[in-house]
């Protein structure tokens, strides 16, 4: 009886998959480097400040402006007036000689640097008042009025304005640890952000006569100041949100005495601004934690908005440690609250609407409030504010410290589509997050949009599919932004791109950060090494002023797992992710060569050879089956191995040794640039299935294909590439064999 010492691989049959002609041409050029190479070139070099490992380094700083705010609303003028005290503490360890303070509202101004740099062309139709307010009307009179800036003696301040940046001149330099207050008095007109759009003004009822103001960048901000950049100096040209230093903000809010308040921070005054019954109820919604309790009511909101009272009323706010400031007023609002659990704290969630939000906003918006706090609490750190306000607001949806204004209302007849709730309920849930990632993990909009948005619009989506398994979320799931990475590369940037220089908004800066994400999570990493690094990032940079870096570092700090190829290829180029199936081979067992195998060598140890005999793996008659018929390959004789088997293992190991009678040899192929974990599915003939999952450094040697083996008890009927459209490949139609002729998931 000859001795069998191993198994020898040998063709048997080729299944080639034909690529589609469809898919897009991967762009050269972008980076030229090995795509598993460490990230030292595109990289920030660690110091000091920001240590290699994503952490604030020992000399971190961050510097703080305090704001002592008084500002009223001329109700019958859309006109805001305001005066502030700005105190600016220098905890650089630079010398300053001049601060900038932004001045957002000028972007609306006529003829900016934002107007002429956009381009412009002929609508063939128009609407009456648009066609109206675009070539008949003089322009609008947009932008912040400075009336006086002085210093803290009361003497003038020189100061230079520069569209949207106003720097005020030092008469002597602000040294490190030195604190300067300077105040400021200025007005503007408020926009009808519904006509001439905005991220905040007012919307006006025809029916009734009233306004619902949004209020927010009202006030001139103080620039952010740090070791990356200096001074923050980009002008606010639209899309680049905004990046804003901590502080605390005591703020006076002067309105018609009909108008209800909401605002960032506590109320201070809440006795003499409702009435005591208001209270009581307020005070019950404190209690409350199951369900919201209405302490303005529909009745009395309709009661006010017939008033336009003549009188005034002044709202008392104060926030500590927040970086900005949001205002919401009316005489129409209802106005509901309940309480929240975070951790050992009592959080309010609050929302307040007009009727025509009703039924929708009081069944609904602050229940998603409540639940929001809970999710994203839950994958980052304990919300630490004193409550969460949702604001009714057509066709709004942002962001302020405690505060945001939401999208969604019912028709005329109080009926909410499907889509229409959904669509606030997603609206809420991301705004009200967006507490969390800027306001708190406090990062550079103006530069990257993505450090906000997209992380933001990832931990939406984990909280939307909290709330309901078969929410029909917009962004995250892989297979959403296949359209986007297919689509023409001349019209696609790496997400590492300035927020001013990105044609596809959405996609780009909310889409595929908030995707990558989640193929971290759910196919990288796995969830608990991916959650982990995720709540580090939050908590080390709560309140402080991350950068892309610190981010990218932290993830693979925290969780021992090399992302820089991800990170290359995701964040910085524009490669797309496609894996198929190349070919496939089949053998069975012989112990009898063919005669297209001559001087047969295979290496034993590290200096010689083994000189047999051999088992062979060979190919049956049927080889050349075509694809679409195939059949998996007879196994005729394994006596010579099963009295190999029988001579070499005791009963005890034969009992569970493994006795493969099918053996097929897989090359995957990756026509798209992106490197990607290779997730396999195969499925047998007697339909069970197994899973498999080779990590992308299966691709670590620049290979354009690999390969893998599977001996197997049963016959293979079908293997395929992402079953589940987790890796957001592109082109379907190469991920099966045998090769499904069916329409993409895709078209």
């Known amino acids: 009886m000859k001795k069998l010492s191993l198994l020898l691989l040998f063709p048997a049959m080729l299944v080639a998959q034909d690529k589609a002609t469809t898919t897009p041409t991967r762009q050269q050029g972008k980076y030229d480097t090995n795509k598993f190479s460490q990230m030292y070139d595109l990289l920030a070099t660690p110091n000091m400040f920001r240590t290699a490992s994503g952490a604030p380094g020992p000399a971190y700083y ?31 360890p630079d010398i300053l000689e001049y601060l900038w303070v932004q001045l957002d509202q000028n972007q609306a101004r006529a003829n900016t640097q934002t107007s002429l740099a956009e381009s412009d062309k002929i609508s063939q139709v128009l609407p009456l008042d648009g066609f109206s307010s675009k070539y008949l009307k003089k322009d609008l009179e947009r932008g912040f009025n400075i009336e006086q800036v002085k210093d803290a003696k009361g003497s003038p301040m020189s100061y230079t304005i520069n569209e949207t940046m106003m720097r005020i001149n030092l008469t002597s330099p602000l040294k ?20 001439e759009g905005g991220r905040s003004g007012y919307e006006f009822f025809e029916k009734d006569g009233n306004k619902l103001y949004v209020i927010a960048q009202f006030y001139p901000r103080m620039a952010v100041y740090n070791d990356v950049e200096g001074w923050q100096n980009m002008q606010f040209w639209g899309s680049g949100e905004f990046a804003l230093p901590f502080g605390n903000f005591d703020v006076n809010i002067t309105v018609p005495a009909d108008h209800v308040i909401d605002a960032t921070g506590e109320l201070m005054n809440r006795s003499e601004v409702f009435t005591a019954e208001q209270v009581k109820r307020y005070e019950q919604a404190q209690k409350s934690f199951d369900k919201p309790v209405v302490i303005v009511t529909q009745a009395e909101a309709e009661a006010a908005e017939k008033g336009f009272s003549e009188k005034k009323k002044t709202w008392k706010f104060s926030a500590k440690n927040v970086r900005d400031f949001g205002i919401a007023s009316s005489r129409k609002f209802i106005y509901d609250a309940m309480a929240v659990k975070i951790g050992n704290r009592t959080v309010m969630a609050e929302s307040v609407y007009p009727k025509e939000s009703n039924p929708l906003w009081g069944e609904t918006s602050t ?6 706090l809970k999710s ?5 750190f304990d919300y630490p504010y004193p409550k969460a306000v949702s604001v009714s607001a057509e066709d709004q949806g942002m962001e302020y410290p405690m505060i945001c204004w939401n999208y969604g209302r019912p028709d005329e007849n109080g009926v909410t589509s499907k889509e229409v709730k959904n669509g606030m309920i997603g609206v809420i849930i991301h705004e009200v997050g967006h507490t969390f990632f800027p306001m708190i993990v406090n990062s550079d909009e103006r530069q990257w949009t993505w450090m906000d948005e997209g992380l933001n619009s990832f931990l939406e989506y984990l909280a939307e599919q909290e709330l309901d398994s078969n929410f029909p979320s917009r962004r995250g799931p892989a297979k959403n932004i296949v359209p986007y990475m297919s689509g023409d590369q001349k019209f696609l940037e790496p997400i590492m791109s300035n927020s001013e220089t990105i044609h596809q908004f959405g996609n780009n800066a909310y ?4 995707t990558g994400l989640n193929i971290l999570r759910e196919v990288v990493m796995g969830r608990e090494l991916f959650d982990h690094a995720f709540r580090t ?20 700090d925290a969780s021992a797992v090399d992302l820089d190829w991800f990170w290359r290829g995701w964040f910085y180029s524009t490669d797309f992710v496609d894996i198929g199936i190349k070919d496939v081979k089949q053998y069975y067992v012989s112990d009898t060569p063919t005669t297209d195998i001559k001087d047969v060598k295979v290496r034993k140890g590290r200096f010689g050879y083994e000189k047999g005999p051999f088992v062979y793996l060979v190919a049956g008659d049927n080889a050349e089956v075509s694809d679409s018929k195939k059949k998996a390959l007879k196994v005729e004789d394994f006596k010579t191995l099963a009295d190999y088997v029988d001579q070499t293992f005791t009963a005890e190991e034969k009992a569970s040794i493994k006795s493969p009678k099918y053996f097929y040899e897989v090359e995957f192929n990756k026509p798209g640039g992106m490197i990607m974990p290779v997730l396999v599915e195969i499925t047998y003939e007697d339909g069970s299935k197994d899973n498999y999952k080779y990590p992308a450094q299966i691709w670590r040697k620049g290979n354009d294909t690999a390969r893998k083996v ?21 082109d379907v139609t190469n991920n099966s064999w045998p090769k499904v002729e069916t329409k993409s998931k895709f078209d």
């Open 367 to 372: 229940m998603v409030v409540a639940h929001t």
């Open 537 to 556: 990032y939050a908590n080390r940079w709560k309140f402080k002023h991350p950068t892309p870096e610190d981010f990218f570092r932290t993830m693979e």
């Open 62 to 92: 961050q510097q703080q402006a305090d704001y002592k705010i008084d500002v009223e609303l001329d109700d019958k003028n859309s006109k805001l007036s305001g005066s502030e005290t700005i105190t600016y503490t220098n905890n650089s």
């Open 176 to 195: 490190p640890g030195e604190k300067i207050s300077f105040s400021i008095k200025w007005w503007y007109n408020i926009n009808n952000y519904r006509k």
């Open 376 to 380: 994203y609490s839950s994958h980052t």
């Open 511 to 514: 889409g595929k950060p908030a």
């Open 710 to 730: 599977y001996a197997t008890t049963k016959a293979i009927k079908s293997i395929q590439v992402d079953p589940q459209l987790l890796t957001a490949d592109i």
